[in-house]
């Protein structure tokens, strides 16, 4: 169905071929009306009111409450009930409905079934029974959420019980989750420049600094993974493609109460993981601490096939590198915390984390040199002994406080931040020249670099007239990074690839929001400003300051047509600023021909971002984006500029990018026993720009289709199927060739379900592999790496202690992950 035809007959227009101009005009169109400023035949909704109580006793609050269809019992929309047992729900008018409620404990209770008429309807009070099942012993928790939660702004994976996740590390599981690849950089529907929070703390890295410490935190400590495409004002406008939010895991048990889990894998190489969790809940406080050991080997083999033009005296020449790096990674991660309810309405929290990783690498590489006749020119052989230590850690202080006893009530967020991530790297590089025959040479490095980041940030919330809400809020970052680099040939000093480099960021924000709305719109309109100053300095001379004001608007209505449909259009600029590695020019070598060097001349990127989503049945969902990116960031590969044959792997700015994406998105259940969530990307990317003497104009379409099948099986078993393709897409001057992968896990709980076992199969048919090409003006490089991608894993975990929850749900545990959304902001 085209969008077009659910508009006034006056207002519809192409989407597809229009100019800018016209596609600003036409968002600026369907704003109006989806604001109900231009006149549409869409339905409203009706309330349907009532209370919760358990029969002459108390109301029951934090209720379940559910609106079904009177015709087959399928949920419409669920609400908890607040502190006064109320609650609210909204249908469509006209319609037969059924209402439930359900508390754990307690047995449900049903509504006669009714018309909802368009005022709305007050029903009477749902009476709750204790449960005789429960009655006389302990209440155990065994609900599983849903793989995949769609919520009004985002997509939410809850990774932490997906049988998939046993074994793995974040950067897997990331790499699984619906439009999102790692391959050359974390990307979120075909479009790179994220912003990556890991429990609300932004992470300050990019690239193989990265994917080193993505690699480095364990899948057992990750609870869900939010994917957010078009965030709002309150959240930093860094990150043009929008926002991924990794949650850790915190038991909610009340009591004392932990897990221990295990797990080995083995692909051509072991992979070891172990960890402990302890968490202490009271009804006012609460206290948590985990750490996971992990001890992974890896390999990484690469082929290069390079073509040189004549230069600078030079000949042309053909190369081909082959090679093969081993990594050994031991990792230590811990996290300690505690929340405390310093009165009804204020909760303060603090939290202490670690993540310490060691990585060895030895990587042998064999060089061949070709004439342009086929006859050799050059052959030798490297051996790179590199050994990486990164001690991270991170400290938060938080406090919460709601000025009156409603969850409509003004709220005040206070929070801080410090982090420090340290990088000491020693390389000790032999070469060996064959033909022709030289003396061996050593290249040793010695390399260090140490990045704080501190950040305050203050937020307040309050409702206004009419069911809106103002929202405010400060934020200051500063960001500070030292780095030396050096290097001695056969015990000589190298001067000219020794050096220090100092980078300094400091980002002041200030944003105000409003959101509100009726029974069948939603609105929110922000503006974020963003006062930036960043210095570099190269061996203690300032290589450049950049200062700049910019000012970020966002704005998001949500229109239900009636039942079925539903409308959703949001809009916003975003920001991305080069970080530290990508401005820090010094070298880190990977063999004797390849390096990779910052820029220190890179700017920010900026881009403008327009989504239009429509919902059918509340279920299957259709986004269509359009993105224009002005001097996008890309990674490129080039000869190095001091002569020679090596080359250099860095970052530039092109002019343009523009992008448009249509991403599809369906929750189907084939059968009881099967759920599938299917999500195709369907995106077109057009570059332009120059390097190096080249003209950049290339566009091309691309795709990424993942599903992922659920099975419920005999004796208790769960099974999942996850397969994912990727076609061939470009990013700048690179070429990526399709690729794909298919993973198979299996779960099991027993003793009472204390315990799980998890066995899984990742990429079966050992199709990951990426195939790349870059092609320039007298130089082009085309590589293959395969990693060690199919593994099997059997993966334990045993939880012990109190299950218990309590009847009547207290609200530390939704203030606490208000408090994480609101860090992340």
């Known amino acids: 169905m085209r969008i077009s035809y659910l508009l006034p007959a006056w207002s519809r227009v192409e989407l597809l071929g229009a100019r800018p101009g016209r596609l600003a005009a036409f968002a600026l169109l369907l704003l109006l009306w989806l604001a109900g400023l231009v006149p549409a035949r869409a339905q409203g909704k009706a309330a349907v009111r009532g209370t919760v109580a358990t029969g002459p006793g108390p109301v029951v609050e934090f209720a379940t409450v559910t609106l079904h269809r009177a015709a087959d019992s ?26 439930s409620a359900a508390q754990v404990g307690l047995r449900r209770a049903w509504s006669a079934p009714f018309a909802l008429a368009p005022a709305g309807i007050a029903l009477p009070a749902l009476v709750l029974e204790v449960s005789q099942a429960t009655a006389l012993k302990e209440v155990t928790v065994t609900a599983r959420k849903p793989l995949f939660e769609h919520q009004a702004d985002r997509t939410v994976v809850n990774v932490a019980d997906s049988p998939l996740s046993a074994g793995a590390t974040a950067l897997d599981v990331l790499n699984r989750a619906p439009g999102v690849t790692t391959e050359t950089g974390v990307a979120l529907r075909g479009r790179q420049g994220v912003l990556l929070v890991v429990d609300g703390k932004r992470v300050p890295l990019s690239g193989a600094e990265l994917a080193d410490y993505l690699r480095a935190l364990p899948a057992e400590q990750l609870q869900s993974i939010e994917l957010i495409t078009n965030p709002p004002a309150q959240y930093d406008a860094q990150g043009g493609a929008g926002v991924i939010a990794i949650n850790l895991k915190k038991d909610q048990r009340l009591g004392t109460n932990g897990s221990a889990n295990v797990s080995y894998g083995r692909g051509e190489y072991g992979k070891f993981t172990t960890g402990l969790a302890l968490n202490h809940r009271r009804k006012n406080t609460n206290f948590y601490g985990t750490y996971t050991y992990a001890n992974r080997n890896d390999f990484v083999r690469q082929e290069f096939y390079r073509q040189y033009g004549a230069a600078a005296g030079l000949p042309a020449v053909n190369s081909t590198v082959t090679g093969k790096r081993v990594l050994n990674l031991h990792s230590h991660s811990a996290r300690l915390g505690a929340d405390v309810n310093l009165s009804k309405r204020t909760l303060a929290g603090v939290s202490l984390t670690g993540l310490f990783s060691e990585t060895t690498t030895n990587n042998d590489t064999r060089t061949q040199f070709t004439d342009e006749l086929g006859g050799p020119a050059g052959r030798y052989q490297s051996l790179a002994a590199q050994g990486i230590n990164r001690p991270n850690g991170s400290a938060n202080l938080n406090l919460r406080h709601v000025f009156a006893d409603s969850a409509a009530a003004a709220s005040l967020t206070a929070d801080a931040d410090y982090a420090r991530y340290s990088t000491t790297r020693s390389l000790d590089l032999y070469t060996n020249y064959e033909e022709p025959a030289l003396p061996t040479s050593l290249l040793t490095g010695d390399q260090r670099n140490d990045l704080s980041i501190g950040a305050l940030k203050l937020d307040y919330s309050r409702p206004l007239p009419y069911r809106s809400r103002l929202e405010m809020g400060l934020k200051s970052t500063r960001v500070v990074s030292g780095n030396v680099a050096l290097f ?136 269509l984006t359009y993105a224009h990116t002005h001097l996008p960031i890309i990674t490129t590969v080039q000869p190095a500029p001091d ?106 709980s027993f003793w009472a379900k204390q315990a799980t076992l998890r066995l899984n199969v990742a990429d079966v048919f050992y199709t990951a592999p990426g195939r790349f090409t870059s092609v320039y003006t007298g130089f082009s490089e085309s590589f293959l790496q395969r990693q060690d991608t199919r593994v099997a894993t059997a993966a334990f975990t045993y939880r012990f202690g109190s299950s218990k929850v309590a009847a009547a749900r207290k609200r530390m545990a939704g203030a606490e992950d208000e408090l994480r959304r609101a860090a992340s902001q």
């Not at 399928?74 to 209402?99: C, H, I, N």
């Not at 930036?532 to 950049?546: D, S, W, Y």
């Not at 059968?671 to 969530?677: E, F, G, N, Q, V």
């Not at 419920?712 to 794909?740: D, M, V």
Request: proline share 4%; net charge positive; with cysteine.
């Open 643 to 748: 002569g020679g044959r090596q080359v250099v792997n860095r970052d530039v700015n092109l002019s343009t990018q523009q992008y448009l994406a249509l991403t599809l998105t369906a929750p189907l259940e084939p059968a009881k026993w099967w759920t599938l969530y299917a999500n195709g990307v369907f995106y077109y990317s057009r570059f332009q720009g120059e390097l190096a003497g080249t003209v950049l104009d290339r566009q091309q379409p691309a795709c990424q289709l993942s599903a992922n099948n659920t099975f419920s099986l005999p004796h208790g078993w769960t099974a999942e199927l996850n397969g994912t393709f990727q076609s061939g897409e470009i990013w700048g001057f690179e070429q990526g060739r399709p690729r794909e992968q298919v993973l198979v896990g299996f779960q099991r």
């Open 488 to 623: 001695f040939n056969n015990g000589t000093y190298q001067p000219n690839i020794s050096n220090n480099f100092d980078y300094y960021e400091n980002v002041n924000a200030a944003y105000a929001a409003v959101r509100g709305g009726s029974a069948s719109t939603r609105f929110q309109a922000g503006l974020r400003a963003e006062q930036a100053t960043i210095r570099t300095t190269l061996a203690g001379e300032e290589m450049r300051e950049q200062q700049y004001l910019q000012w970020f608007p966002t704005a998001s209505v949500q229109r239900t047509l009636n039942a079925r449909h539903a409308l959703a259009l949001t809009a916003g600029r975003r920001v991305d600023r080069p970080n530290y590695g990508q401005l820090n020019p010094l070298r880190a070598y990977v063999d004797a021909v390849s390096y990779r060097s910052g820029n220190p001349y890179l700017v920010a990127q900026t881009s403008y971002n327009v989504d239009l989503t429509h919902t059918y049945r509340q279920k299957f969902i259709a986004a």
């Open 74 to 99: 399928v949920v419409v929309k669920t609400e908890f009930s607040d502190e006064k047992g109320s609650f609210r729900l909204e249908g469509a008018p006209g319609g037969r409905y059924v209402v």
